[in-house]
Structures are given as C-alpha cells and as structure tokens.
C-alpha cells in the first residue's frame, strides 16, 4: 500500500473513504468530527442517528469503526473511529493503532481503494503529535492483504505536517 502525508483538510480529499475521528455518540462535534458533519451534511448524520438507535446505542467503542454514506463530500464513505484520550498515566496506544487498524479493515470490505485519515486523538483528545503518526505507521506501513492500495495521512498545518515528515524520515 502506498503511504502518502498530505498537508491540508481531510474533508476535500478525493478518495474511497474519508476517516472521520468522531466521538463516540457520533452526532458530530468539534474539530475533523465536526468539520466533516458540516461539510457532508444531513445524510451523514442521519445514518449517525440510525446507528445509534440500532447497533451502537451506548456509542461507539474506542477503537472501532463504522461506515456511512459520504454525503457531499469527494468520497464515497466516511468510516468513522473514535481515537482514545491521551493519558501518561495508561497505555492506550493499542486502542490508537486499533483506530487505524480497523478503519482499514472497514474500507476494505466496501471494497474501497483509496483512504484518507486525520491524525487521530492528536487534536482535542492530546495524543503527542510525533506518537500518533508513530503509531498510524505502525499499521499503515506493513503490507495489508487489502483492496485499499493508496493511504494518506492529512495533517492539518504546517507545524503538524512537518512533525509528521520528520517520524517517518526516521522510521
């Protein structure tokens, strides 16, 4: 799978599946959440409400991911996975990579070719920049016996992006 780092918006990605960093009550919020409700419109946050009366009632767990339609945005999907709150005090990087992991897993049962992620828990839920893009290459990078063939990692902002260039020359 090609790996791409892209500087920029993830909601104007042209690809398969854009990846949305949602909350776990998947209603949209603030940050990638709610810039893709916005931008997707209703059709996305109807399907959010149906999943939610139906399969996810409590939510949707850390770690998981689900998809619906893309709306108005330039993709097909929108898989939605909730990134875990950073703590020093519990390891929750496994629940992170997971993020990746299973999104991955989901584009390829939609049969999608391409992906595009935000840089997951690394905006309100403080996961340190240079971890998290170690952690999404930890499960983007290995070869995946997928029909996605193009992933890329959209890092909004200079400072974001060039932290993000930095890992993975190192890695």
Known sequence: MEITLVEGDVTVQQVDVIVNAANSSLPGGGGVDGAIHRKGGPAILAECRHLRASRYGRGLPTGQAVATTAGNLPARWVVHTVGPVW????DRSGLLRDCYATSLRVADELG????A?????AGVYRWPVDDAVRRALSVLRPAWPASVTEARLVLFGADTYAAARRVADEG
């Open 117 to 121: 992620f935000p840089l997951i828990s």
């Open 87 to 90: 703590s020093a005090a519990e």
């Open 112 to 115: 999608a070719s391409t992906i």
